[in-house]
């Protein structure tokens, strides 16, 4: 189902062209946002995503990562008991070494209309950390 990519420090691994990119999204991102709803159902971009991602068609291009536009409320959001920046630089701190050593990552999820990054903001600050310019993405478009 895989085939996997070199880009700069980093192997991709990205579905291949016989394979169908939204159906993978729908069992596996769809599923993972659903479980970030139920854990925090006050994140509005998570119902949001989940309301575009089955009408969304995607497609496997290269983008350049300065592109990419990372949610603000995101990236600010904290609780009494939970804050994501500080979540996320813990998992980059975790997943970094792998990735290097060669393990292989997803390509991001993006939204085509604003170039808004739907999924993959531990994967994507490694790629920034590391000064790649450019990323394998899965980009999506609303189906007319």
Request: aromatic share 14%.
């Amino acid at each position: 189902m895989f085939k996997y990519k070199k880009r700069g420090k980093f192997t991709y691994h990205v579905i291949g062209k016989k394979y169908k990119i939204k159906p993978f999204l729908l069992k596996w991102i769809e599923k993972e946002w659903q479980m970030d709803h139920k854990e925090f159902p006050d994140q509005q971009w998570t119902i949001e995503w989940l309301n575009l991602l089955p009408d969304m068609k995607f497609k496997l291009l290269v983008v350049d990562l300065d592109k990419i536009n990372l949610r603000q409320d995101l990236m600010n959001y904290k609780t009494d008991s939970y804050n994501f920046l500080e979540e996320l630089n813990l998992r980059v701190e975790e997943m970094e070494e792998s990735l290097l050593q060669g393990s292989s990552i997803g390509p991001l999820i993006v939204n085509n209309e604003n170039m808004e990054l739907m999924d993959g903001y531990t994967r994507y600050m490694i790629l920034k950390k590391n000064q790649q310019k450019r990323t394998y993405a899965y980009i999506g478009s609303i189906e007319k």
